[in-house]
């Protein structure tokens, strides 16, 4: 059992990279191709300090990659089944709530906008 209790506890981990709605813009705006640090902070208006506390996390869960040039930092994610329950998860959600009901333009653009491009 105390083996199962270590992977019931790295899974609540990897859950918890979740429950922050900041972590989940930050996925959103890397679905879309690898970007520098700048560009996150500008596409989702957040502070540097803010936006690098949470790629950092994301970082050493293994969920995001990064890589220097220069004096620009630049991420991208590498790790598809976050996407993909982040995906599942985001758009059952919003399917349950009157705003977006099943089958409209915005949870479809949400569906289509959590899958990773390469």
Same mark, same amino acid.
């Given at each position: 059992?105390?083996?199962?209790?270590?992977?019931?506890?790295? &899974?609540?981990? +990897?859950?918890?990279?979740?429950?922050?709605?900041?972590?989940?813009?930050?996925?959103? *705006?890397? *679905?879309?191709?690898? $970007?520098? &640090?700048?560009? @996150?902070?500008?596409?989702?208006?957040?502070?540097? =300090?803010?936006?690098?506390?949470?790629?950092?996390?994301? +970082?050493?869960?293994? &969920? @995001?990659?990064?890589?220097?040039?220069? %004096?620009?930092?630049?991420?991208?994610? #590498?790790?598809?089944?976050? #996407?993909?329950? *982040?995906?599942? @998860?985001? @758009?059952?959600? =919003?399917?349950?709530?009157? =705003?977006?009901? =099943?089958?409209?333009? %915005?949870?479809?653009?949400?569906?289509?906008?959590? $899958?990773?491009?390469?």
């Amino acid at each position: 059992m105390d083996e199962l209790n270590k992977v019931f506890e790295n &899974v609540a981990e +990897y859950f918890g990279l979740l429950s922050e709605p900041t972590r989940l813009k930050i996925l959103h *705006c890397l *679905c879309r191709g690898e $970007k520098p &640090v700048n560009e @996150v902070v500008e596409a989702l208006g957040l502070t540097q =300090a803010n936006t690098s506390r949470h790629l950092n996390l994301l +970082y050493r869960a293994g &969920v @995001v990659d990064r890589r220097r040039s220069g %004096s620009q930092v630049f991420y991208r994610i #590498v790790d598809p089944n976050f #996407v993909d329950l *982040c995906r599942t @998860v985001c @758009v059952t959600v =919003a399917s349950r709530t009157s =705003a977006m009901p =099943a089958g409209s333009e %915005s949870l479809l653009r949400l569906e289509n906008d959590l $899958k990773i491009h390469r």
